[in-house]
């Protein structure tokens, strides 16, 4: 495999496992904070704009920061990233949220792994990740299609944030990270029953994303932008 795609990989899953380690271990702490749903879901949805602002500034520049299938499947749809490095970008995310999902169950000195049993099912809490799934690609979309990706560090987590309260769902929106959730039973997790309608309806979101970002951002015959956030690394020659 060449170096910079070890390299953008590697930024994949390390970037992936600490914003499910952030998830899980915020929300583990909120429980032992306060009984206060609220406040424990303040706590997480905080913690977890903070890093995820952190680490697309941080990864941004080396991998796009995508830590999300749907976002790099999207960009491969697109012809923009070729199939074989997007599975294994997809690959190395999912990897990445398991193994963030363990670290935090070790911190709060919990089995790495139990499943949960958090159930989450329901038309509208399906409907939530749909939404949830569909405007973080269409502002993903936004920035590239108009050259702002530079602000995607600040965009992104906003619009997270924002749907971790305005969507039932509490905007999951992340197939790699709903698998990793499924991994540990504390407040963030997620019933392995419940994973596999919650990915089909982040596709789906994802699909009306896309397709909101081509009518209102269309490209009017302009070469394929990829989804990097912000700007990549211009890499040498010995990168390769």
Do not use: K
Not at 6 to 19: C, P, S
Not at 60 to 85: D, L, Q, T, Y
Not at 100 to 111: H, V
């Amino acid at each position: 495999m060449p170096h910079r795609l070890v390299r953008r990989a590697g930024a994949e899953f390390l970037g992936t496992a600490i914003l499910v380690a952030t998830v899980v271990g915020s929300g583990i702490m909120g429980t032992l904070l306060s009984d206060n749903l609220a406040v424990t879901l303040l706590i997480n949805a905080a913690a977890t704009v903070a890093v995820l602002a952190v680490l697309i500034w941080t990864f941004g520049p080396i991998s796009g920061a995508h830590f999300n299938p749907v976002v790099s499947g999207v960009e491969m749809a697109r012809r923009e990233m070729p199939i074989g490095e997007g599975a294994i970008y997809i690959a190395a995310q999912i990897i990445g949220a398991c193994v963030g999902a363990m670290l935090a169950n070790l911190m709060f000195a919990l089995p790495a792994v139990t499943a949960s049993t958090n159930i989450r099912t329901g038309g509208n809490i399906w409907l939530g990740e749909i939404v949830a799934t569909a405007g973080l690609l269409l502002v993903i979309g936004a920035l590239t299609r108009t050259g702002r990706g530079n602000l995607g560090a600040a965009m992104v987590p906003a619009w997270i944030g924002a749907a971790y309260f305005f969507t039932s769902s509490t905007s999951f929106a992340n197939p790699a990270v709903t698998i990793g959730r499924s991994l540990t039973d504390t407040f963030s997790g997620i019933a392995p029953a419940s994973v596999p309608m919650f990915i089909i309806f982040q596709l789906i979101g994802a699909a009306i994303g896309a397709l909101l970002t081509e009518f209102f951002y269309p490209r009017r015959g302009v070469a394929p932008e990829p989804l990097d956030l912000p700007g990549a690394i211009h890499h040498g020659p010995h990168d390769e």
